[in-house]
């Protein structure tokens, strides 16, 4: 066996497994599985299969989830940086299908990033309703953001927050809530070796302090007759069904709501609870409807998921209550916005830099990405007086654009998104992507984002121009090359011309903008996301 692990794991999965022990043992002997989830944000399943240029086998509990062969590198195909799938563990897929997320849900995942099950739950949602995806570690956050403005989610909302704090500021406000919980990580041992590093044998204690703050804080945001979802990907079940024995226990408006267990997903683990000898049998009935991934049973890694449904009916006009509002760009909501007091003089300085132009090959974003302009870390007070005109954006949007935008304007410093919650919900938070960047406001003009370009459909944008995937076209725009593009191949909206910003799709997917004039399509790629492949 090529994978050295670690003597006290080795035994706690011989006394928890007993006869199954031999089996689990030969599953790291086989090669971890690789898969893409397609986004059907961008691209429907059935299109997406005609185009795909690898070969799949689909995820049996994940309907938009596919396996690819061994060898195949899916991160070094244009369809990747265009947004049409994600690079996915094949296992962690399932928690976000378990989560039942549908259009209108105000969904909260709370440990999010790289952000996999955050697109997930994007797709689930279609652009209706509030994604907000948080991650505690600033750093992480990063790929988070940009997750999201690649997979072109146009409803989330990124925070870098303590999970009490988001409670403070939304008491019972999510329908649904996802926890991929930080955890000790015996699940993907055989995935990431680097995983045994950091794991001693009393990691899963250690974790469990950590889930047992987070379950809690969860528990006060979800509302009545809403659904959490808790996940990890450890074997431990001090982490897996020990926690949800000392939830349930602590919170009697929860109960699990049962899987149904397959092939594929596994009973959770009673036996090691009820020889704890402190677990009250409507518990351990209950804990027999979590759910497990076996190496040894399926084509994945190892994964604990816990459905938890808290009583009560959910409040179904509460979605239309909240809904946000259309943006007219010739209506009544078209004037000024004052300057958020996150724009003070200590508060500009530090912007300078985060302007700055992003080294390639770096995660963060480029001139034109949403998070180089990074949102103010937490926000608050009145407003200043001197107010920033939205004119240039409202006639950018309708002159540029043919979209209907919901949601309610924020502008941080000169930059503008598109937010599904009104600013006064963020307050105090650290919001690093308050919605849909749209882009900046420069004087007299407005300088559109590239996140504004990536959540586009070709038909939305009053010019666009498709670069093929196969002659090598797509990868020298992704790589910030100046193109040579005759004017007939800008297709343009009636009434537009061919010079001016240009959507730049691949293979009819939109990836970014161009600005097209005299048969040149000068690259607005932006430098932080460009093609650093061989």
Same mark, same amino acid.
């Given at each position: 066996?090529?994978?050295?692990?670690?003597?006290?794991?080795?035994?706690?999965?011989?006394?928890?497994?007993?006869?199954?022990?031999?089996?689990?043992?030969?599953?790291?002997?086989?090669?971890?599985?690789?898969?893409?989830?397609?986004?059907?944000?961008?691209?429907?399943?059935?299109?997406?299969?005609?185009?795909?240029?690898?070969?799949?086998?689909p995820?049996?509990?994940?309907?938009?989830?596919?396996?690819?062969?061994?060898?195949?590198?899916?991160?070094?195909?244009?369809?990747?940086?265009?947004?049409?799938?994600?690079?996915?563990?094949?296992?962690?897929?399932?928690?976000?299908?378990?989560?039942? %997320?549908?259009?209108?849900?105000?969904?909260?995942?709370?440990?999010?990033?790289?952000?996999?099950?955050?697109?997930?739950?994007?797709?689930?949602?279609k652009?209706?309703?509030?994604?907000?995806s948080?991650?505690?570690?600033?750093?992480?956050?990063?790929?988070?953001?940009?997750?999201?403005?690649?997979?072109g989610?146009?409803?989330?909302v990124?925070?870098?927050?303590?999970?009490?704090?988001?409670?403070?500021?939304?008491?019972?406000?999510?329908?649904?809530?996802?926890?991929?919980?930080?955890?000790s990580?015996?699940?993907?041992?055989?995935?990431?070796?680097?995983?045994?590093?950091?794991?001693?044998?009393s990691?899963?204690?250690?974790?469990?302090?950590?889930?047992?703050?987070?379950?809690?804080?969860?528990?006060?945001?979800?509302?009545?007759? $809403?659904?959490?979802?808790?996940?990890?990907?450890?074997?431990?079940?001090?982490?897996?069904?020990?926690?949800?024995?000392?939830?349930?226990?602590e919170?009697?408006d929860?109960?699990?709501?049962?899987?149904?267990?397959?092939?594929?997903?596994s009973?959770?683990?009673?036996?090691?609870?009820?020889?704890?000898?402190?677990?009250?049998?409507? %518990?351990?009935?209950?804990?027999?409807?979590?759910?497990?991934?076996?190496?040894?049973?399926?084509?994945?890694?190892?994964h604990?998921?816990?459905?938890?449904q808290?009583?009560g009916?959910?409040?179904?006009?509460?979605?239309?209550?909240?809904?946000?509002?259309?943006?007219?760009?010739?209506?009544?909501?078209?004037?000024?916005?004052?300057?958020?007091?996150?724009?003070?003089?200590?508060?500009?300085?530090?912007?300078?830099?985060?302007l700055?132009?992003?080294?390639?090959?770096?995660?963060?974003?480029?001139?034109?990405g949403?998070?180089?302009?990074?949102?103010?870390?937490?926000?608050?007070?009145?407003r200043q007086?001197?107010?920033?005109?939205?004119?240039?954006?409202?006639?950018?949007?309708?002159e540029?654009?043919?979209?209907?935008?919901?949601?309610?304007?924020?502008?941080?410093?000169?930059?503008?998104?598109?937010?599904?919650?009104?600013?006064?919900?963020?307050?105090?938070?650290?919001?690093?992507?308050?919605?849909?960047?749209?882009?900046?406001?420069?004087? %007299?003009?407005f300088?559109?984002?590239?996140?504004?370009?990536?959540?586009?459909?070709a038909d939305?944008?009053?010019?666009?121009?498709?670069?093929?995937?196969?002659? $090598?076209e797509?990868?020298?725009?992704?790589?910030?090359?100046?193109?040579?593009?005759?004017?007939?191949?800008?297709?343009?909206?009636?009434?537009?011309?061919?010079? $001016?910003? %240009?959507?730049?799709?691949?293979?009819?997917?939109?990836?970014?903008?161009?600005?097209?004039?005299?048969?040149?399509?000068?690259?607005?790629?932006?430098?932080?996301?460009?093609?650093?492949?061989v």
């Amino acid at each position: 066996m090529a994978l050295r692990l670690p003597s006290p794991f080795l035994a706690k999965m011989k006394s928890l497994l007993g006869e199954n022990y031999d089996n689990f043992m030969k599953s790291y002997e086989q090669p971890p599985f690789a898969g893409i989830r397609v986004n059907t944000l961008k691209i429907g399943k059935a299109d997406f299969l005609e185009i795909s240029p690898f070969d799949l086998a689909p995820i049996p509990w994940c309907p938009t989830g596919y396996y690819i062969q061994e060898g195949e590198r899916p991160g070094r195909h244009p369809y990747y940086h265009a947004g049409l799938y994600y690079i996915q563990e094949p296992s962690a897929m399932a928690p976000v299908e378990l989560l039942d %997320v549908t259009p209108g849900d105000r969904v909260l995942d709370l440990c999010a990033a790289p952000g996999g099950k955050s697109t997930q739950i994007a797709a689930k949602l279609k652009g209706q309703g509030v994604l907000i995806s948080n991650d505690l570690h600033p750093d992480r956050t990063k790929a988070l953001a940009k997750n999201l403005e690649m997979y072109g989610v146009r409803n989330a909302v990124v925070l870098n927050e303590e999970p009490e704090r988001i409670a403070g500021a939304f008491p019972e406000f999510f329908t649904k809530i996802l926890i991929d919980a930080p955890c000790s990580g015996e699940g993907m041992f055989r995935k990431d070796e680097s995983m045994m590093k950091y794991w001693e044998e009393s990691s899963p204690l250690k974790f469990a302090e950590m889930q047992r703050d987070i379950l809690k804080s969860a528990a006060s945001m979800l509302c009545p007759g $809403g659904r959490l979802v808790y996940s990890t990907c450890t074997f431990s079940p001090e982490e897996n069904e020990g926690m949800i024995a000392e939830f349930l226990s602590e919170h009697p408006d929860f109960r699990v709501v049962p899987v149904d267990h397959s092939e594929f997903f596994s009973p959770g683990e009673t036996d090691w609870m009820a020889g704890q000898g402190n677990v009250k049998d409507d %518990v351990l009935e209950q804990l027999a409807g979590t759910a497990r991934l076996w190496p040894h049973k399926v084509r994945g890694e190892g994964h604990f998921m816990a459905v938890l449904q808290r009583e009560g009916e959910l409040d179904l006009q509460a979605a239309e209550k909240d809904q946000a509002p259309w943006i007219q760009a010739d209506g009544p909501d078209r004037g000024s916005l004052a300057v958020s007091p996150r724009n003070d003089s200590s508060r500009e300085r530090k912007g300078k830099s985060a302007l700055r132009e992003e080294r390639p090959g770096k995660s963060g974003r480029g001139s034109n990405g949403a998070s180089r302009q990074q949102a103010p870390r937490r926000s608050g007070g009145d407003r200043q007086s001197n107010p920033i005109s939205l004119d240039p954006f409202h006639a950018f949007i309708h002159e540029q654009l043919h979209v209907k935008l919901q949601g309610y304007p924020v502008i941080y410093g000169s930059h503008v998104y598109v937010s599904p919650l009104p600013e006064e919900r963020l307050k105090q938070l650290k919001a690093i992507r308050p919605g849909w960047y749209m882009g900046q406001l420069k004087n %007299v003009r407005f300088v559109p984002g590239h996140p504004l370009a990536t959540a586009l459909q070709a038909d939305e944008a009053a010019r666009h121009v498709s670069l093929s995937s196969q002659d $090598g076209e797509a990868v020298r725009y992704l790589k910030g090359e100046t193109l040579s593009i005759p004017e007939e191949r800008v297709t343009c909206r009636p009434g537009a011309e061919a010079k $001016g910003y %240009v959507l730049v799709c691949i293979d009819g997917y939109s990836a970014g903008w161009g600005k097209w004039q005299s048969g040149m399509l000068k690259n607005e790629y932006p430098p932080g996301w460009r093609w650093t492949s061989v």
